[in-house]
């Protein structure tokens, strides 16, 4: 896609995020429906371990996005999944997202994704304490077409950084940072949703451990307080789906 185009490459895999349908190895929906029961059955958790496997393998990515994703193992970075990356472009379409917050820029990855399914006149604020993830985001950035007005990376702690962002004026806000720090930035995120907006939380499964009982270490406590602070604001719907390491979402009004 040409320079200054708007859209980044990404938005036919992300177009692509339902349309896998059949494999090769499903059968035609034609023919007589087999008596229930005929077929061997998954055991539920081993259904859902294939169907969000299934889910997670769905997406391909173009070359400007898979290049970001090596550099962002080259410099340790982490990044979303390509099905979680996909999620995120169609949130951002669904809330029609004109100006975004994104707590970890990484090396771009969920930016460029984010920036696939915001408006072509929307900003991405995307905020990491490194300057060396910013400096390879904003390649990324480059490489895909995106103007320099488009996006706005910052560079220092986001406790501090979402502190100076005015009230209720933001579409979406995506945090996928340290789990430790998820209830400060739940916080300062649900104060900056305009009424439609949608907040994202990455690594809100923790692998599982959020959800296991018998779990009470600093960083899963820490999910758990936000996403109580998610299920107890009346202001919000909440969904947990079980891509990536945990998305809990949530929107507003």
Not at 96 to 120: F, I, Q
Request: glycine share 12%.
């Amino acid at each position: 896609m040409a320079a200054g185009a708007g859209r980044v490459g990404v938005s036919a895999a992300a177009r692509a995020l339902y349309a896998a349908g059949m494999s090769s190895t499903d059968e035609p929906a034609a023919g007589p429906r087999e008596p229930q029961g005929s077929r061997e059955s998954l055991a539920p958790a081993s259904q859902a371990e294939a169907i969000v496997n299934h889910a997670e393998h769905s997406i391909s990515e173009d070359a400007i996005v898979a290049a970001a994703r090596e550099r962002a193992v080259d410099i340790g970075a982490g990044a979303v999944t390509p099905a979680v990356g996909a999620l995120l472009c169609v949130l951002a379409k669904l809330t029609d997202a004109r100006a975004v917050v994104e707590v970890g820029t990484g090396a771009g990855v969920s930016g460029l994704w984010l920036l696939s399914g915001m408006r072509d006149d929307g900003v991405l604020t995307t905020i990491d304490v490194e300057p060396e993830h910013q400096r390879i985001a904003k390649q990324a950035f480059s490489e895909a077409g995106v103007g320099p007005g488009r996006t706005r990376l910052i560079s220092g702690r986001a406790q501090e950084v979402l502190t100076r962002l005015a009230d209720e004026t933001y579409d979406l806000v995506f945090i996928d940072a340290d789990p430790a720090d998820q209830p400060q930035f739940v916080v300062e995120g649900i104060r900056l949703l305009r009424e439609g907006g949608a907040v994202i939380v990455h690594r809100a499964a923790l692998g599982g451990r959020a959800g296991d009982a018998s779990a009470n270490d600093a960083e899963v406590s820490a999910v758990r307080e936000a996403a109580r602070l998610i299920a107890e604001d009346e202001r919000l719907t909440p969904v947990l789906i079980p891509l990536g390491d945990g998305l809990l979402a949530a929107v507003r009004g």
